[in-house]
């Protein structure tokens, strides 16, 4: 089974975690120093915010399976999809051992596909995904978005 994963940058950790508990009606799954983690059910979601190193905001989205079955299936979907493709294979990341990829959609957007092994006692480090880090790591160039407007 999937679950949907989205990552906010945020300017005040604490307040933050404050208005999403209120939001999603429950604390943390996970709750560091810089870190807080939401496991949703109901949506099903895996909802991060961090604070921001530069901008706040949307981070990056992701997709989240249960299995290591799944894991390469979803691989296959994210080269498919023909935008930049990076394997990131095992590693620490947000207080977890994961396998991981990325690939960025045709407006920049960065999109994690992974499976969460097992929760760590250490941050880790994910890749740096600076645009312009992201461009010479992936196997593709994409262009980079102008602003984060939007409507729904």
């Known amino acids: 089974m999937k679950r949907l994963h989205v990552s906010f940058a945020v300017a005040d950790l604490e307040k933050s975690i404050s208005f999403y508990s209120a939001?999603?009606?429950?604390?943390?799954?996970t709750k560091r120093e810089d870190y807080a983690k939401w496991m949703l059910d109901d949506p099903r979601v895996n909802?991060?915010?961090e604070p921001a190193q530069s901008?706040?905001?949307f981070n990056h989205a992701g997709i989240q399976v249960e299995s290591e079955d799944e894991l390469e299936p979803l691989f296959e979907q994210f080269k498919q999809a023909e935008g930049p493709?990076?394997?990131?294979?095992v590693t620490t990341c947000c207080y977890h051992k994961s396998e991981k990829?990325?690939?960025t959609d045709p407006d920049g957007v960065m999109w994690e596909a992974f499976h969460t092994k097992h929760q760590t006692e250490e941050r880790g480090t994910g890749p740096d995904l600076r645009p312009e880090a992201v461009a010479t790591e992936l196997v593709r160039?994409?262009?980079v978005p102008?602003?984060?407007?939007g409507c729904c």
């Open 141 to 143: 160039e994409t262009p």
């Open 85 to 89: 493709y990076l394997p990131e294979g």
């Open 101 to 103: 990829s990325w690939t």
């Open 55 to 57: 901008e706040t905001g």
């Open 146 to 149: 102008t602003h984060k407007g």
């Open 23 to 29: 939001m999603f009606g429950q604390e943390p799954t």
């Open 47 to 49: 909802f991060v915010v």
